[in-house]
């Protein structure tokens, strides 16, 4: 089954910086990997994700990059801001397909204003 | 339309007691699943339902049980419960398995203490 690892686990940053996250992925025929971002007290959504058949997604301020080479794909936000401060989880599918999400643990992600 | 409803949103248990963690989806989706978040351990599988009377184990099934008798409902059930089960409980549905894609739609959680 997939095995999806999450770096680092927390992170700060000056508003207006950017932040970056990666993680990485076991299986290589996974062909899907979003990333959820999941405010105090609220439930996991949606922000971003991205197919295996392109190298680079962009939505305004936040862009993932993938690396199927080296199993890896990266959340990157620019010109962050205090409402950007969340955790936030990438995932891939357990073994491909109709099946689950495996999650990372989490990227805890302080903004300082 | 209200999306993925879980109940109860609190609860408190002591050690033994059994309950029902309620979840309820309003949007046809064929795929349920319902995840524990516990500190630095992320968002864990614990089971899946691909549709009515179909379910599945996922990484942590341990001390529950689920059932999908309808498309909407998929609850989860704590036989004995304890304290290694206090935890957020999130249900979650999409239309077909998040791994071909689709938005994982999740519930607003439901927060466990085992006493």
């Known amino acids: 089954g997939e095995n999806v690892e999450q770096h680092p686990s927390t992170l700060s940053v000056q508003e207006g910086d950017s932040a970056v996250i990666k993680c990485t992925y076991s299986d290589s025929a996974s062909n899907y990997f979003p990333w959820y971002k999941q405010e105090l007290g609220k439930r996991p959504q949606l922000i971003i994700d991205i197919r295996s058949n392109v190298g680079e997604k962009k939505d305004q301020r936040i862009a993932v990059t993938l690396n199927k080479t080296a199993k890896h794909f990266s959340l990157h936000i620019t010109e962050t801001q205090p409402e950007d401060s969340a955790v936030y989880f990438c995932a891939a599918p357990a073994t491909g397909g109709n099946t689950p999400l495996v999650f990372g643990k989490g990227t805890r992600l302080s903004v300082i204003a | 339309n209200a999306g993925v409803t879980q109940t109860p949103k609190f609860q408190v248990l002591k050690t033994g007691q059994s309950m029902t963690l309620q979840c309820a989806q309003d949007?046809?989706?064929?795929?349920m699943s319902w995840y524990r978040q516990d500190p630095g351990m992320g968002l864990r599988l614990i089971h899946y339902s691909v549709g009515a009377g179909i379910t599945d184990q996922g990484e942590v099934p341990n001390g529950y049980n689920v059932s999908r008798s309808t498309t909407e409902d998929f609850p989860l059930r704590l036989l004995s419960a304890a304290p290694s089960q206090t935890s957020v409980y999130f249900c979650?549905?999409?239309?077909?398995?998040?791994?071909?894609?689709?938005?994982?739609?999740f519930g607003e959680g439901s927060w466990l203490t085992v006493v």
């Open positions: 979650a549905s999409s239309p077909v398995g998040g791994g071909s894609g689709n938005t994982i739609y």
């Open positions: 949007m046809n989706h064929e795929y």
